[in-house]
T-cell receptor, first 115, second 113 residues
């Protein structure tokens, strides 16, 4: 079945540095991918919708310059957290819309810890 | 505006008992509806989905959900709960016009032996 792979699953970075998280659709082409942030014991908050070949659509309150999203191909979207700070520590999870399959699958998520 | 409400934050049921998790949505047209399950520290697993057609949909692990347009609801049910069903359950709504997948706040299911 359709699989979405997210990498890295866990990352620790120093405050002020940038970190990139990749989201890949392994056996289907994803024209649309979604990026979420989840705090402990809370729901998934949509950060942005990423469409292949165009600029991502960010939700209100999400800093575009801090959370850079690139969807350069139909199988890869990346989220780069720039100048990370401890408050950016969270669980980030992506999902991909299969389009023809009419299903949205999720990656395994990435735990980001900024120290 | 597009929104999802899961009224029950936490539910406890006995193993073998039936289960119903509530989900209500707000959207101008018929949305795509999903139920996902998440175990602690893990990603999300799709249980079932509704796009059109039969309003009663069957999913994995013995779950089913019924879309009721008049009530703007998509409640998840299982006739007999197993201890392994303990997890967080999320209802999600995708709107074609908005191109957004929005999640409810989740319902944490605990299963008593």
């Amino acid at each position: 079945g359709a699989v979405v792979s997210q990498h890295p699953s866990r990352v620790i970075c120093k405050s002020g540095t940038s970190v990139k998280i990749e989201c890949r659709s392994l056996d289907f082409q994803a024209t649309t991918m979604f990026w979420y942030r989840q705090f402990p014991k809370q729901s998934l908050m949509l950060m942005a919708t990423s469409n292949e070949g165009s600029k991502a659509t960010y939700e209100q309150g999400v800093e575009k310059d801090k959370f850079l999203i690139n969807h350069a191909s139909l199988t890869l979207s990346t989220l780069t957290v720039t100048s990370a700070h401890p408050e950016d520590s969270s669980f980030y999870i992506c999902s991909a819309w299969t389009g023809s399959g009419n299903t949205i699958y999720f990656g395994e998520g990435s735990w980001l810890t900024v120290v | 505006a597009q929104s999802v409400t899961q009224p029950d934050i936490h539910i406890t049921v006995s193993e073998g008992a039936s289960l119903e998790l509530r989900c209500n949505y707000s959207y101008g047209a018929t949305p795509y509806l999903f139920w996902y399950v998440q175990s602690p520290g893990q990603g999300l697993q799709l249980l079932l989905k509704y796009f059109s057609g039969d309003t009663l949909v069957q999913g994995i692990k013995g779950f089913e959900a019924e879309f009721k347009r008049s009530q703007s609801s998509f409640n998840l049910r299982k006739p007999s709960v197993h201890w392994s069903d303990a997890a967080e359950y999320f209802c999600a709504v995708y709107g074609g016009a908005t191109n957004k997948l929005i999640f409810g706040t989740g319902t944490l299911l605990a299963v008593q032996p």
